[in-house]
């Protein structure tokens, strides 16, 4: 790997970063809002950090073991480095899945912007719910 890049815990003074990269985004997950990152800290491993001027959050869920959640911040024309390098850091930690927890819009960007051929799969068990 060419290049090192340092993740850090999430904690409480990291709010204020957080907040700026999450508000420039209409992700409508609770997934992405600072509280339950900060809430899920623990259980989910929850580290972050930055790369090409993005928000990278790599987490780990029981099932599905490591994955990034989508990169915030991010600029379309250097989409395709930061997945390159994601890709590359990945190989250290082997996980069934690049990313988790995305949205439409960021799909559609890779499709767009990046060289990348990709799969997505939703998963219907650990969809967005309302209690009645």
């Excluded at 959640?69 to 250097?78: D, I, R, S």
Aim: a negative charge.
């Amino acid at each position: 790997m060419d290049f090192i890049l340092q993740f850090k815990c999430l904690t409480l003074e990291d709010k204020y970063l957080f907040e700026t990269y999450i508000n420039k985004h209409n992700i409508l997950s609770y997934e992405y809002t600072f509280p339950s990152l900060y809430l899920w800290r623990k259980l989910c491993n929850i580290k972050y950090a930055i790369l090409d001027d993005a928000l990278i959050i790599n987490k780990q869920e029981e099932f599905k073991g490591p994955f990034f959640m989508q990169p915030l911040g991010y600029k379309k024309e250097k989409l395709n480095s930061i997945i390159k390098k994601l890709m590359e850091i990945r190989k250290e930690y082997p996980s069934k899945y690049l990313f988790g927890d995305v949205n439409e819009e960021f799909i559609n960007d890779i499709r767009e912007y990046t060289d990348f051929n990709i799969c997505s799969i939703k998963d219907i068990d650990d969809s967005e719910y309302i209690y009645s």
